[in-house]
């Protein structure tokens, strides 16, 4: 019977994570969780697949563009999720009468979008959100930065900074200009500054926004502004900047209280700097926005990004929910975790690899190994009886620091070899307890 | 501006997990992680959307028809898995070279099946599996099951009973009576005896098997044994089966070496149990089969199954490699375990609330929250500055263990009152030193 075979191949786009980095990942997950639920956030889960009209509403058209759509069995129209965050809403809608508030909720899951294509981008990735819903305490908001830097720093990231803005700067500026009704075309070439450049940015807003170059030039003073001293001095230096307006004040008062109360912490209130090109293009940001590089890898740009929304519910319900929420990039995070090698890439988590040199030897090799692993200790049987070449090769191959090895001998008289496959050293004739107490101590 | 609310909806078949079930679910997968990798199992992952002639080609006919499948923005025709087994065999024949053999994975994962809607049955379900590729030792099944009694005992599922039974036991049978050829229906009819009992069976055996009375009796004679005894002791009443032929032989004397292997090592033997009728209805199962019931919870079916296939990767490749595989069924365990009273639901895991009466003392209290986070409790701030009933009632609701609260005479101070959320009973005046020792020794 003559078959044909497929080609194993995935989808452009997409791609398979193996062993070292799909273990690095689920490390660095368990890392952040546990940071997030020393804070009060729970895990909730919600369905790969929404119906279409729940995911439209609050999606901008480029998203429209990049959903997965398609008709189920049923013939429903439905999509898979492209975000973490209209979910949330959708869930917070639904199950309202469920929730305490404030909500505050982590989730881990992936995302679809079917966008062109590129070096780095993939078409479902991984997202890591936090929210805290049901407040517009600025408590809030200096959480959310706390959590975020004790992410990275439980990640042994120590040098980053978190770039801050307030929504209300922008449209205080451009209400000053009277230009509040072409705000989001402005934030979408502002949001372009670190790619496209100031001169370009320039061109662009006085062609979309139809405004003179004076408005130009003062637009793109603010967002070129460096905060270099601390917060508190720079705060005195763009003070004029209040007699605006009422907008420009808030949003300028807010990003200042919400600072004071992170230098009460002695958290190193350094890694925090204004800086009003920040955008965040999303629509739905309305107060305090932030975005997190790494000094040493300023290039593979925000590790974590997030900020403040009013009204999370709207296409859902008539409450108003004001919350702040944060996304980790997990999958820059373990590029950047690679490439400042703070990431440990190990083959297999086993210390141990037990080699049993005969087929009757399977039953002591497991006793072993099964009292290994009643000390905590991890370790592997290599399931066939080969040539010691194949089964210390396969230990060096993954990374084992140990092989016990099972001959005739050590059957016999119920002792173990101990070889160190780092040194090479090896010692015979071991009982149990001492092989144990090798390996524990080492 | 008039906006028309969508209704919050998820679609039939489809679920949302609230905090308390997510969390439970969160950590019996890390706990069951955990035990997978001290025996050397890692994780990987692959994409929830593949080509769909991948998924089709391994899919039995009702698989196809359930498949999510659709056309993605470049009109390929692409699929959402239905299990994890397809995608490890095209990932193991797409990695062959990057991987070393035996390969030991594990995958936690989403899978989706357009079946009918039924109760506690999902179209998106998770799937945890582990399997070891590139062995046909009997050491890989009987390691299988101790991950398998492992898992369970690290659960606090001490009560349960794993029934075996050997593809090459029912296949001897049916070439004992000259009906290989049937043996598919055969294995699909016997699947069901739990179900619709020995009678409907015999009947459906008869009928669509073209055999007659006296051969299905003997069929269902062999399927309803039932070991009693000490397993050495079954196999010594049923070796009159060994000399129908050689294949019947070999499935008898596989499940007799491996039993073995397991009596050797301490584990409790009397929880495996040889059961004919187990058959395990998956097309690529050729070895040892096995099914898991809770003693005290029989009727939620198997908590986790697997078994040996013979040429996982045939669709994709001419390399025949053998494996044992598994699956825990997270949804039944979490239910098993919520019915056993075994699985805490908490509403949050922070054990401590801290209170600030006026908005001034907030970062007075984040400073109390991360002295406390640094000795490792878990503490939230409630962020409003509210009347104490609202906040008390926030900490009663979620069950935090301690209440913190910072008045004026606490903030001029810097001293707190802690509360026993159980007991009401509350210390006035306390240094912080003194609180973290109350509530660390609490």
Redesign the interface.
Same mark, same amino acid.
């Given at each position: 019977m003559s078959?044909t $075979?497929?080609?194993? +191949?995935? $989808?452009?786009g997409?791609?398979?994570?193996?062993?070292?980095e799909?273990?690095a990942?689920?490390s660095i997950l368990?890392i952040v *969780?546990e940071v997030f639920? *020393?804070?009060?956030f729970?895990?909730?889960?919600?369905?790969?697949?929404?119906?279409a009209?729940?995911l439209i509403?609050q999606g901008s058209d480029e998203i429209q563009k990049?959903l997965?759509r398609?008709?189920?069995?049923?013939n429903?129209d439905?999509a898979?999720r492209f975000d973490q965050t209209v979910p949330l809403? +959708?869930?917070i809608?639904?199950?309202r009468h469920? $929730?305490?508030m404030?909500f505050? +909720?982590y989730v881990i899951g992936?995302v679809?979008r079917?966008e062109r294509a590129q070096k780095g981008r993939y078409r479902?990735f991984t997202q890591c959100d936090f929210d805290?819903i049901g407040?517009d305490?600025?408590?809030?908001d200096?959480?959310t930065l706390?959590v975020i830097c004790?992410s990275l720093h439980a990640l042994n990231l120590q040098e980053f900074t978190i770039w801050l803005n307030h929504r209300d700067v922008l449209n205080g500026i451009f209400e000053y200009f009277k230009i509040q009704d072409k705000i989001e075309s402005g934030l979408r070439i502002i949001d372009k500054l670190d790619k496209i450049g100031l001169d370009s940015v320039k061109n662009e807003l006085e062609k979309e926004l139809c405004i003179n170059k004076e408005a130009v030039d003062e637009i793109c003073t603010i967002i070129t502004m460096k905060q270099t001293a601390h917060y508190s001095e720079f705060f005195k230096e763009i003070s004029y900047l209040k007699s605006y307006n009422q907008t420009l004040k808030k949003g300028l008062d807010d990003l200042e209280s919400m600072l004071?109360?992170l230098d =009460?912490?002695?958290t190193d209130i350094s890694i925090f700097r204004i800086n009003f090109s920040i955008a965040r293009g999303l629509g739905y940001y309305t107060g305090i926005v932030y975005e997190t590089t790494l000094n040493r890898l300023k290039n593979i740009g925000s590790v974590c990004s997030g900020g403040r929304y009013d009204n999370l519910t709207? *296409?859902? *319900?008539?409450e108003r929910l004001s919350g702040v929420g944060a996304s980790i990039g997990i999958d820059r995070l373990i590029a950047a975790l690679l490439e400042l090698d703070l990431l440990e890439q190990k =083959?297999?988590?086993?210390r141990v690899?037990i080699i049993?040199m005969q087929?009757e030897y399977?039953?002591?090799?497991?006793?072993i190994a099964?009292t290994l +692993?009643q000390s905590k200790i991890?370790?592997?049987?290599?399931?066939?009886?080969v040539k010691m070449k194949k089964s210390l090769g396969?230990a060096n191959?993954?990374g084992h620091e140990f092989s016990i090895i099972i001959g005739e001998d050590e059957f016999r008289t119920k002792t173990l070899t101990v070889k160190s496959m780092s040194s090479g050293m090896q010692l015979e004739s071991v009982s149990i307890l001492r092989a144990l107490q090798i390996i524990k101590e080492s």
């Amino acid at each position: 019977m003559s078959k044909t $075979l497929i080609e194993p +191949r995935t $989808l452009s786009g997409f791609k398979d994570r193996l062993p070292k980095e799909a273990y690095a990942k689920a490390s660095i997950l368990s890392i952040v *969780s546990e940071v997030f639920l *020393s804070y009060g956030f729970m895990p909730i889960e919600t369905p790969h697949i929404e119906y279409a009209d729940i995911l439209i509403k609050q999606g901008s058209d480029e998203i429209q563009k990049e959903l997965y759509r398609f008709k189920d069995h049923g013939n429903r129209d439905v999509a898979l999720r492209f975000d973490q965050t209209v979910p949330l809403a +959708r869930f917070i809608s639904q199950h309202r009468h469920e $929730l305490e508030m404030p909500f505050k +909720r982590y989730v881990i899951g992936n995302v679809f979008r079917g966008e062109r294509a590129q070096k780095g981008r993939y078409r479902e990735f991984t997202q890591c959100d936090f929210d805290f819903i049901g407040s517009d305490s600025l408590s809030c908001d200096a959480e959310t930065l706390q959590v975020i830097c004790n992410s990275l720093h439980a990640l042994n990231l120590q040098e980053f900074t978190i770039w801050l803005n307030h929504r209300d700067v922008l449209n205080g500026i451009f209400e000053y200009f009277k230009i509040q009704d072409k705000i989001e075309s402005g934030l979408r070439i502002i949001d372009k500054l670190d790619k496209i450049g100031l001169d370009s940015v320039k061109n662009e807003l006085e062609k979309e926004l139809c405004i003179n170059k004076e408005a130009v030039d003062e637009i793109c003073t603010i967002i070129t502004m460096k905060q270099t001293a601390h917060y508190s001095e720079f705060f005195k230096e763009i003070s004029y900047l209040k007699s605006y307006n009422q907008t420009l004040k808030k949003g300028l008062d807010d990003l200042e209280s919400m600072l004071h109360i992170l230098d =009460g912490l002695e958290t190193d209130i350094s890694i925090f700097r204004i800086n009003f090109s920040i955008a965040r293009g999303l629509g739905y940001y309305t107060g305090i926005v932030y975005e997190t590089t790494l000094n040493r890898l300023k290039n593979i740009g925000s590790v974590c990004s997030g900020g403040r929304y009013d009204n999370l519910t709207q *296409s859902f *319900s008539t409450e108003r929910l004001s919350g702040v929420g944060a996304s980790i990039g997990i999958d820059r995070l373990i590029a950047a975790l690679l490439e400042l090698d703070l990431l440990e890439q190990k =083959g297999t988590m086993a210390r141990v690899l037990i080699i049993a040199m005969q087929k009757e030897y399977f039953v002591f090799a497991h006793k072993i190994a099964e009292t290994l +692993r009643q000390s905590k200790i991890k370790v592997e049987v290599y399931p066939d009886a080969v040539k010691m070449k194949k089964s210390l090769g396969y230990a060096n191959a993954k990374g084992h620091e140990f092989s016990i090895i099972i001959g005739e001998d050590e059957f016999r008289t119920k002792t173990l070899t101990v070889k160190s496959m780092s040194s090479g050293m090896q010692l015979e004739s071991v009982s149990i307890l001492r092989a144990l107490q090798i390996i524990k101590e080492s």
